[in-house]
Nanobody, 130 residues
Framework: VQLQASGGGLVQPGGSLRLSCAVS????????IGWFRQAPGKEREAVAI????????YYADSMKDRSRISRDNAKNIVFLQMNGVKSDDTAVYYC????????????????????????WGQGTLVTVSS
């Protein structure tokens, strides 16, 4: 599985941005895919995740009211729409992917855990500044 993230750039505070993650490879099995971010000097943290199949979504508390994750199944692209961005949103945003194991319990805690993901994109930089 390969992930190609795009859409980062400079955005003014209060503005909006949409990130895209193009997925290639064999994704016929159930999987979870989404976005993490890492600001300078900080640990990588979850932003939003979406699961295949039922399309369940999981959001970090800091982003749940300002972002929306969606998926274009036909084109194998995952989007992250971010609104009302703040300076604290400045970070490198990474697309992450992993397969889900049938019968293995999947929940919000696991979905937002960086250690659950085996496949990572190269990251796209989002800078929020006036």
């Amino acid at each position: 599985v390969q992930l190609q993230a795009s859409g980062g750039g400079l955005v003014q505070p209060g503005g909006s941005l949409r990130l895209s993650c193009a997925v290639s490879g064999d994704t016929t099995d159930d999987f979870a895919i989404g976005w993490f971010r890492q600001a300078p000097g900080k640990e990588r943290e979850a932003v939003a995740i979406i699961a295949s199949g039922n399309g369940d979504t999981y959001y970090a508390d800091s982003m749940k009211d300002r972002s929306r994750i969606s998926r274009d199944n036909a084109k194998n692209i995952v989007f992250l729409q971010m609104n009302g961005v703040k300076s604290d949103d400045t970070a490198v945003y990474y697309c992450a992917f992993d397969f889900l194991i049938v019968g293995d319990a999947w929940n919000r805690r696991r979905a937002l855990n960086v250690n659950e993901y085996e496949y990572w994109g190269q990251g796209t930089l989002v800078t929020v500044s006036s």
